[in-house]
Each structure stands twice: as structure tokens, then as C-alpha cells.
């Protein structure tokens, strides 16, 4: 199993450029989630969603679009980057009866000028 | 609502030397608490957890118990280790609702 799997592992935007950080698991995981790591803030639940079709905004959405359309695949769309978003991003997942249980991607590491 | 804060360091130790990691919380309820480690260029990793209140989490050499009178999961171990350098993160889990993290703690262990 590759668990779960973020794709580009890095990305420098310019303000205003869109781009979909990409997120798959291949453990038929219920439960998905989006969170932004900033120095000396922990973790913050950006969006998350707990089956396909079904999709909510957590602590930070603003900025941020998800959508889900497969069990495996959660997205997350940044529709016009700003400097504010210049974060690492961890995807998440696990099964809706465990949340307790979550398994986390390598992270996609973000800088936007 | 439920908040978790714990040491931010960085933490500096020896090798073998005890390492505590000091996490405090408030929340509703009963809330599970968990401690996370992120290694260098990787995800976070479940560590241990403890689901009420005297548990013991252990794994790894790492102990934390669940202490409901002072609201703490303090991390404790007895040896590091250079392989344990990694940011060390705690955080409280209520049923139905989402995970709360605290802000990381970096450890570096020389040797």
C-alpha cells in the first residue's frame, strides 16, 4: 500500500496564480482532510470531508476549494494565491468510524511571492 | 473551544539524557489525547495515545499519561536517542468533532 500520497512536494506561485494540490489514498478511507502547518500554530484544519460527494469547511477555509468525487482523491484547489497561504500542507486519512486513527501524507511545502 | 498547548522549544538534549515534553488542554468533555511525531521531510506519524483519564500511552520508549486533574499528557523518555530528533506534536480528539493540534515542539538530540 502507498498510504497516502501528496503530490508536487513543492511549489512556488506568484500572487494571484491558482493551482490544485493534489491528495490520494489507497486504504478506502472514509474520512479526509486538508491542514496548514505555520510555525508556532500547529496544525489547522483547512477542509475535510467524509465520504465522496461530501466536503466541509474546517478552521482556516477561507482561500481554499475542495471538492471530493472518488473515495481516493481529495484535492485542494487554491483558486488565487496570496503570500497569507505560503504554508506546508498535510493531507489526512482515516476511517469514519476510527478519526481517532489518521494517517498523514508527506506534505506538500507551498511559498507564494 | 478545546485548545491544546504544549512547549515550543526548541529542546536541545544530550544523547541519553530524560526528555520531557510538557502539553496542557482544555476541552469539553472527555477528549482523547494523542502525541504526533514529525520526522524530517515526512509526515506526521501517530506516536501514542491514551483515550481516558490515567491511561498510559507508550510506544518507542516514550510514555505519556492522561492526567485529568491538571489537564496535561506530558511526554517523558528515559534515553534519547539522535534517531528521536524530529518536532513532536500534541493533540486532544472529542468524538464527532475534529482533531486540535498544538503548535509543535522541535527536538534535536546531539551526539
Known amino acids: 500500500n502507498a498510504g497516502v500520497t501528496q503530490t508536487p512536494k513543492f511549489q512556488v506561485l506568484k500572487t494571484g496564480q491558482s493551482m490544485t494540490l493534489q491528495c490520494a489514498q489507497d486504504m478506502n478511507h472514509e474520512y479526509m482532510s486538508w491542514y496548514r502547518q505555520d510555525p508556532g500554530m500547529g496544525l489547522r484544519l483547512i477542509h475535510y470531508?467524509?465520504?465522496?460527494?461530501?466536503?466541509d469547511q474546517g478552521e482556516v477555509p477561507n482561500g481554499y476549494n475542495v471538492s471530493r468525487s472518488t473515495t481516493e482523491d481529495f484535492p485542494l484547489r487554491l483558486l488565487s494565491a496570496a503570500p497569507s497561504q505560503t504554508s506546508v500542507y498535510f493531507c489526512?486519512?482515516?476511517?469514519?468510524?476510527?478519526?481517532?486513527?489518521?494517517?498523514f501524507g508527506p506534505g506538500t511545502r507551498l511559498l507564494v511571492l | 473551544g478545546d485548545s491544546v498547548t504544549q512547549m515550543e522549544g526548541p529542546v536541545t538534549l544530550s544523547e541519553e539524557a530524560f526528555l520531557t515534553i510538557n502539553c496542557t488542554y482544555t476541552a469539553t468533555g472527555y477528549p482523547s489525547l494523542f502525541w504526533y511525531v514529525q520526522y524530517p521531510g515526512e509526515g506526521l506519524q501517530l506516536l501514542l495515545k491514551a483515550t481516558k483519564a490515567d491511561d498510559k500511552g507508550s510506544n518507542k520508549g516514550f510514555e505519556a499519561t492522561y492526567r485529568k486533574e491538571t489537564t496535561s499528557f506530558h511526554l517523558e523518555k528515559g534515553s534519547v536517542q539522535v534517531s528521536d530528533s524530529a518536532v513532536y506534536f500534541c493533540?486532544?480528539?472529542?468524538?464527532?468533532?475534529?482533531?486540535?493540534f498544538g503548535p509543535g515542539t522541535r527536538l534535536s538530540v546531539l551526539p
Open positions: 470531508s467524509v465520504g465522496a460527494g461530501i466536503t
Open positions: 489526512a486519512s482515516s476511517y469514519s468510524g476510527a478519526k481517532e486513527t489518521q494517517y
Open positions: 493533540a486532544l480528539w472529542n468524538y464527532g468533532q475534529n482533531f486540535v
